[in-house]
Structure formats: C-alpha cells, structure tokens
Nanobody
Framework: QVQLVESGGGLVQPGGSLRLACTAS????????IGWFRQAPGKGREGVAY?????????DYAESVKGRFTVSRDNAKNTVLLQMDSLKPGDAGIYYC??????????????????WGQGTQVTVSS
C-alpha cells in the first residue's frame, strides 16, 4: 500500500545534528517531488525544504534553515534524507515529509501533495 514514513527524530542539544529519513512504500519516490514541513507548538505547519522529482536539480530551502539543512536522495533505498546540523531551539517541532507527483505551483502550498507521512518529533533542548 502507498505509505510515507518518517524516521530519525529525537532529542538533541542545541548545536547538535539529526538526520531524518522519508521512506516510501508502494510507489517510486524518484518520480515524486518531496517536501519537508514542520509544525512547532502553537504555530502553523511551515515549509522546510523541497526536492524536485527525477533529478537532483534545484532544491528549495526555507531561509531559516538554509546553510544548516541539506536534502538528498537515496534512490536505491527509495528514501529522501534531511540532514539537520547546528540545530536551534526554534527548529523543534513535528517534521513531516510529503510527496507530490505533479505540481504546478509553489512547493510550500500544501494542497499539491498527494501523500503525507505521520510525522516525527524533533526536540532541541539542553
């Protein structure tokens, strides 16, 4: 069945690193654009990063994470990775990945996405 599953969340100290994984079942992730979103307590869900389908072309990052977060694909494992370095308390929240087969608008518009994962919790605390 079609599923997206996030993994890799947890507790990390400020300045530390985490690597999140988004793994697909039932479809080929290479054919989909993948967006990463996060939601902090009391805030709406915001876009973090986006990688387009089929290529490792232009990757979009939110200004708040640019230079600290890196998206990559491991097509052999049907997985998209989000490497998060130099984490700050403001990075805490539930992180989601989402897949879109065809998109003709802004990557941050959540209505484009066909599938969503269940989310994984990221806590940044001393």
């Amino acid at each position: 069945q079609v599923q997206l599953v996030e993994s890799g969340g947890g507790l990390v100290q400020p300045g530390g690193s985490l690597r999140l994984a988004c793994t697909a079942s039932g479809f080929i992730l290479r054919d989909y654009g993948i967006g990463w979103f996060r939601q902090a307590p009391g805030k709406g869900r915001e876009g973090v990063a986006y990688t387009p389908p089929r290529t490792d072309g232009h990757i979009d990052y939110a200004e708040s994470v640019k230079g600290r977060f890196t998206v990559s694909r491991d097509n052999a494992k049907n997985t998209v990775l989000l490497q998060m370095d130099s984490l700050k308390p403001g990075d805490a929240g539930i992180y989601y990945c989402a897949a879109v087969e065809s998109r003709w608008g802004p990557w941050t518009a959540q209505n484009w996405y066909n599938y969503w994962g269940q989310g994984t919790q990221v806590t940044v605390s001393s």
